[in-house]
């Protein structure tokens, strides 16, 4: 069975530029979570999608934001790139929305220069 | 607030135990994670625990859950220099968010 797929892998990007970064959920799974890991610390909830509605949202600007399709694969945006935003991007898959296990992707590592 | 805490380091020699000590702060969690990050890579969940249990086996992993300290561990048996990683406690909020701790760098020695 695959598992959760990020891509892409790597990506540098300009100050002021935007970028898109996608994760395919397990199979079965319909909750897609985005998380930013700064190097050096945690990951931090950015976004909660579930049946392609928002169910949760982090303490980050509205330059980032996300979506879900039908097929359960989501997108994250982020608009006027900072160099606070070099980070590794983390996508989780659920199987349920609450009370449930959550599964990682290798994540995007993403450098704004 | 929300705020998980780890030590930042342990080391330990190949074949020890390894002890990874956590605390939460939401005592409606529901779900208790352990996961694994080596260098480069993503968050490899290691196992969790359900709130309503004490303890959880798994191999050489066992969790310890003291919900009246809030508190959390993870017990590596026969640790192995392959063991050697960042690992991360997490907490579940209402509606499945994760809380994170700043993780816990675990050496082996051989």
């Known amino acids: ?113 | 607030g929300e705020d998980v805490e780890q030590s930042l380091f342990l080391s330990v020699r190949e074949g020890d135990s390894s002890v990874i000590n956590c605390t939460y702060t939401d005592s409606s969690s529901t779900y208790l994670y352990w996961y694994k990050q080596e260098p480069g890579a993503g968050l490899q969940l290691l196992t969790y625990i359900f709130s309503n249990m004490d303890m959880k086996q798994d191999q050489r992993l066992t969790v310890l859950l003291n919900k009246k300290d809030k508190h959390l561990s993870l017990r590596i048996a026969d640790t192995q220099t392959g063991d050697s990683a960042i690992y991360f406690c997490a907490e579940t909020l209402v509606g499945g968010k994760l809380i994170f701790g700043q993780g816990t760098e675990l050496s082996v020695k051989p």
């Open chain 1, 1 to 113: 069975d695959a598992g959760v797929t990020q891509s892409p892998t790597h990506l540098i990007k300009t100050r002021g530029q935007h970028v898109t970064l996608r994760c395919s959920p397990i199979s079965g799974h319909k909750s897609v979570s985005w998380y930013q890991q700064v190097l050096g610390q945690g990951p931090q909830f950015i976004f909660q999608y579930y049946e392609k509605e928002e169910r949760g949202r982090g303490n980050f600007p509205d330059r980032f934001s996300a979506r879900q399709f039908p097929n359960y694969s989501s997108e994250l945006n982020v608009n006027a790139l900072l160099l606070g935003d070099s980070a590794l991007y983390l996508c989780a898959s659920s199987p349920r929305d609450r009370d449930t296990e959550a599964f990682f992707g290798q994540g995007t590592r993403l450098t704004v220069v």
